[in-house]
C-alpha cells in the first residue's frame, strides 16, 4: 500500500508551491511601487510628462492573484496643461525570460474633435494681412497631445502651439515670421520693443527667402548646421555687405543636433547656453528646441521655448511642423 501523505502537509505543499509560482511567474501587482515607477517613467520617457506625475486612483482591470499578465487603469496627476489628471492605462509582466519586470503605459486622452485652427492677423511691408478664415482643422496629430494644441496660421505660414495662446504675423521682403505666446502681442509691441529676443516661452516659426535680403539669414543658419550650402555661404560673404564674421561655420558647441537628412535637421540648445535657440528666443531655465528645414525659397526655422507643464508638446509641434515642409524640401542636385 502506498504512502499516505498527510492532509496537512499536502495543503502545505499546494501552498509553497503557489507562492514560488506567484513569486517567478506573476508580475508586482498594479499598485506595486516598482510597477508604478516603471509606468511613471514610461510616460515621462515616452510621452514628456514633467518628471513631478503621480500615478493614482489605481484599480486591476484585468488580471487576478496568479496571473501572469496585469491590465491596470489610473489617473496621471500633477501640473498638466493646467489640468489637475488625466486617464492612463499601463500594464505589468515579466518579460519571457522572466528576468526583467516589464511595464506598458498610455495615456487615454479622449478626443472630443479636430484639432482647433486659430487665424492669426500679420503686418508689414505692404499693411496689415487678416489671418486665414476658411482653414481646415488639422486631423494628423498624436491623440496624447491634440487635446492641448491649436493650429496657429497666418497669411503665410503656420504651426501648432498651445491652446489657449495668442498668435502675431510679420512679413517683409526678407520672409515671414509667425509668433506664439501666452500673452497677447500686436505687431507694433514686436516693432518698437529694443529686445532683439523673444523673452518667455513661445513659438517660432520663420521662413526666410533665399534670393532677396532673406539670403543673409538662410547664409549665416547654412554655415552652422548645413555644410552642404558651402557653395552658398561662400557667395553671400563674397558680395561684402555682411562681414565674413558674422558667417560662422560650425554648430554652437553646447547644441545637439539630430539629422532627418541633409535638408532637414532638429536641435536642442540646453537651458541657460548660448545656440541657434538663442538667435531668436532669449535664454532662460527652459531648453529651446527647434528645426531648421531648406526649402526650395529659403529656410524654414522653428524654435520653440515652453514651460515645463506643456514641455511634453515640443516634439509633436517640431514633427508637425518637419511634415508640412516635406514635399517643398531642397533637394541636394537644387543646391548651390
Not at 501523505?5 to 509560482?21: D, E, K, N, R, T
Not at 524654414?300 to 518637419?322: C, H, M, R, V, Y
Request: charged residues 20%; aromatic residues 6%.
Amino acid at each position: 500500500m502506498g504512502r499516505v501523505i498527510p492532509i496537512g502537509a499536502a495543503v502545505i505543499c499546494i501552498g509553497v508551491a503557489l507562492l514560488v509560482y506567484r513569486h517567478q511567474l506573476v508580475p508586482p501587482g498594479c499598485a506595486d511601487r516598482a510597477t508604478i515607477g516603471l509606468a511613471t517613467k514610461r510616460l515621462v520617457d515616452q510621452f514628456k510628462f514633467p518628471s513631478d506625475i503621480t500615478i493614482a486612483n489605481i484599480r486591476t482591470r484585468r488580471g487576478g492573484l496568479f496571473s501572469r499578465h496585469l491590465e491596470c487603469d489610473g489617473t496621471i496627476e500633477g501640473d498638466i496643461a493646467q489640468r489637475s489628471e488625466e486617464p492612463v492605462h499601463f500594464t505589468s509582466e515579466y518579460t519571457e525570460d522572466k528576468h526583467q519586470h516589464y511595464v506598458t503605459a498610455q495615456p487615454m486622452f479622449s478626443i472630443t474633435g479636430p484639432v482647433p485652427t486659430v487665424s492669426c492677423d500679420s503686418d508689414g511691408q505692404v499693411g496689415f494681412r487678416p489671418g486665414p478664415e476658411d482653414r481646415k482643422p488639422r486631423l494628423e496629430i498624436s491623440p496624447w497631445a491634440a487635446r492641448y494644441l491649436a493650429d496657429y496660421e497666418s497669411a503665410d505660414l503656420g504651426v501648432l502651439g498651445p491652446r489657449g495662446w495668442h498668435c502675431v504675423g510679420l512679413y517683409g521682403s526678407s520672409g515671414s515670421i509667425l509668433i506664439v505666446t501666452p500673452e497677447q502681442h500686436s505687431a507694433d509691441d514686436i516693432f518698437k520693443s529694443n529686445d532683439r529676443l523673444i523673452t518667455g516661452p513661445a513659438v517660432v516659426l520663420a521662413k526666410s527667402i533665399a534670393d532677396t535680403s532673406g539670403r543673409f539669414t538662410v547664409a549665416k543658419v547654412s554655415a552652422r548646421l548645413f555644410p552642404s550650402m558651402a557653395g552658398f555661404v561662400r557667395q553671400v560673404v563674397a558680395e561684402g555687405i555682411e562681414p565674413e564674421s558674422d558667417f560662422p561655420a560650425g554648430p554652437y558647441p553646447g547644441d545637439r543636433i539630430t539629422r532627418q537628412n541633409e535638408s532637414m535637421l532638429s536641435y536642442e540648445t540646453p537651458s541657460d547656453s548660448d545656440g541657434m535657440g538663442t538667435e531668436v528666443l532669449a535664454k532662460d531655465g527652459n531648453p529651446i528646441n527647434g528645426t531648421a528645414i531648406l526649402v526650395k525659397a529659403g529656410l524654414l526655422q522653428l524654435n520653440t521655448k515652453l514651460p515645463g507643464a506643456l514641455s511634453f508638446l515640443t516634439s509633436e509641434i517640431i514633427t508637425d511642423s518637419q511634415w508640412r515642409a516635406k514635399d517643398q524640401l531642397l533637394l541636394e542636385s537644387e543646391k548651390p
